[in-house]
Every structure is written in structure tokens, then in C-alpha cells.
């Protein structure tokens, strides 16, 4: 018999990304684990789960393999990775990639544009500004600095292309994929358990999610969004299929002089965002895609409610009401479809 039992997932911060990904408070029973592989670790800073139930053969090597590939390629906190080396490339030359980097980039202008630039995966010079990087600083960047670097970031002079698969900067610039490579690992996890014949399972990397199918008790998977005062459980969303993923700017900040930083910054302005939502939690077919577009959406603060419902994405708004002192719950109405309410 199996005994119902609460288990949240929560994780400390992630040195991988500029990007703090809300942890989303797992709920999920120890029925829903019963007879399924398991498998958990580290990786990009953070903690993976996956649990699932195969036809085929899974292996911790086959997972761990798959994630250390996506580390090689994109991690800015490697010299050697892919990334890195594009960033010391020169100007105007094509530079060689794998499919796979061309994808997330793509991903990425996608997103950029839908946010007028708002997202934008070339803010690498002012992330590390501004410390949230692989850089740390004691100060904060001065507004002359700040002017400068953001000379230098324009998603619009990064090129690419699928055959042969490459990148190209048409003026000096650097990328940082924090907002979007954990997203593209859950996505790596998930192809790999396709590959293996998994009717069921769920995939995560550090609050980043993907499910498919139904748990051991044959139900849609339930994932709890943590309420940002740490007072427990917002919302609960049932998820039969896609992908979940949060930002958030309460957890990560850097203080200079007495005075607090989020560390999401808005790629027109060079500055941490500033304005009253806490959270914003996206659902979406892919993880590269739910990761990107709740940065931006995040970014947006305020009008990402308006840019979500307009283009029908799925998404939930936590923010802070200063009458009330407290936070108020808002959803897109493809979102509201899948609360349990």
C-alpha cells in the first residue's frame, strides 16, 4: 500500500545562471514514484530529477553523458565550451557550432523579438557588469559603464545558421545562455527518455520541468508554484504533457551600498528590472521555450500579462500589491485551464 506523502523540491542558488529559475515546489506523492526509475545529481550549478517509466533501457551513464554535452556547449563558465570559444571568435567569420546550439539561439530571437529586446542572450557584458555572472564585483556598475556596454548588446547582430550549422556576430558582441540552456536540458533529458520508450515521466533542472503521460497512480502529474513569501503553495497545475518553468527575482540579488539588486536585468536598459512581480510561471510544449519566454515575460513585469494573453501563451503572474501586502494571483486564460483548482 502506498502511504500519500508531500515531497517539495527546493534548491539553493544556481551559480550556472545570471537567471535565477524559481524552484517550483514539486508536489508529489510517494505514489507517484512507486515503480518508476529514478535517477538525481548535479549538474549546470544545480540539481536534475528524473523519474520515469521505460520500455527500454535507461541508464545514469546514458543521462549523465547526455548533460555534460550540453554543459560543454553552452556553460559561460567554462573557457572551453562552445560558447565561450564563440565569444573569443572575430567578428564577421562564421563560426562552426552543432545544430543543437543553432536551435537554442533561434529559440532565443524568437523570444527577442516577441519582447522587443527585452530578452536578449547577447546582455553577456552586463550581466557579468553587474556581477551575476562567472565574474563577481564589489561595486555596482556606474551609469557611464552601463551607457557603454549596452552599446554592445543587439540580439539583431547575431546570425545564424542551419546548414552548415554556425554563428555569426555582425559587430562585437558575447551571448550567455543562462536563461535558456537549463530549459534546453530538460529538453536533451526528455528526447533521451522518447528515445528509450518512456510512456511516463517527469524531467527537471533546477525548477525547469517537463512531463509526459501519468504518474503510478495514474494520474497527470501536479506541480505545485511556491508562494514567493515562502508562506508554502500558491496554485497547483496539472500537467498530462509540456513543459513548466518559473523566474523569479526574489531569491538572487546583489547589494551595493546598502541597496538591493535583482539580478534580472532588462537587456534596453542595462538595469535590473524594477516593478512589482515576484514570479512569473510559463507552460509550453518545449522547456527551451518556457525558459526563454518567462525570462522575458519576467522582464516585461507588469505588460507581460497583456503580451501573454495576446499570443494565447500560458502563463501565471505573482505580484505584490502594496494596498493589501500581499500577492496577487494572475493568469492568462490558457493557463487557467490548467489550474487545479
Known sequence: MCIAEEQRIHYSKS???????????????????????????????????????????????????????????????RIDSTVQQFNRSPTESWFGVDESLVHVVSVAYDVSRLSSGRFD??????????????????????????????????????????????????????????????????????????????????????????????????????IGIENPSGGGVQTKILMPRGSLATTGDYRNYRVFDG????????????????????????HMPTATEADAIATALFVLGEEGLELATAHDIAALFLTWNEETQRFVQETTPKMKLLLDD
Open 15 to 77: 551559480f550556472y545562471s545570471p537567471f535565477w529559475i524559481l524552484p517550483i515546489a514539486a508536489l508529489l506523492t510517494a505514489c507517484d514514484f512507486a515503480g518508476y526509475e529514478s535517477y538525481g545529481g548535479s549538474t549546470m550549478g544545480t540539481y536534475y530529477r528524473v523519474v520515469a517509466d521505460c520500455q527500454k533501457t535507461l541508464s545514469l551513464s546514458k543521462i549523465t553523458e547526455a548533460l555534460s554535452s550540453v554543459d560543454e556547449e553552452m556553460s559561460n563558465y
Open 121 to 222: 542572450i547577447s546582455i553577456e557584458p552586463l550581466v557579468s557588469a553587474w556581477g551575476f555572472g562567472a565574474t563577481k564585483v564589489s561595486s555596482r556598475p556606474s551609469n557611464e559603464t552601463i551607457e557603454t556596454l549596452l552599446k554592445q548588446v543587439d540580439y539583431r547582430a547575431l546570425e545564424f545558421r542551419s546548414s552548415p550549422p554556425g554563428l555569426r556576430k555582425k559587430r562585437p558582441l558575447t551571448i550567455d545562455l543562462s536563461g535558456i540552456a537549463k530549459g534546453y536540458g530538460v529538453d536533451v533529458l526528455a528526447e533521451l527518455l522518447d528515445q528509450s520508450d518512456c510512456d511516463n515521466y517527469l524531467v527537471e533542472i533546477g525548477g525547469e520541468l517537463r512531463v509526459k503521460g501519468v504518474n503510478q497512480a495514474n494520474r497527470a502529474w501536479k
Open 259 to 282: 541597496e538591493s539588486y535583482p539580478h534580472v536585468l532588462d537587456a534596453t536598459t542595462g538595469y535590473p528590472v524594477d516593478h512589482n512581480v515576484a514570479s512569473v510561471t510559463v
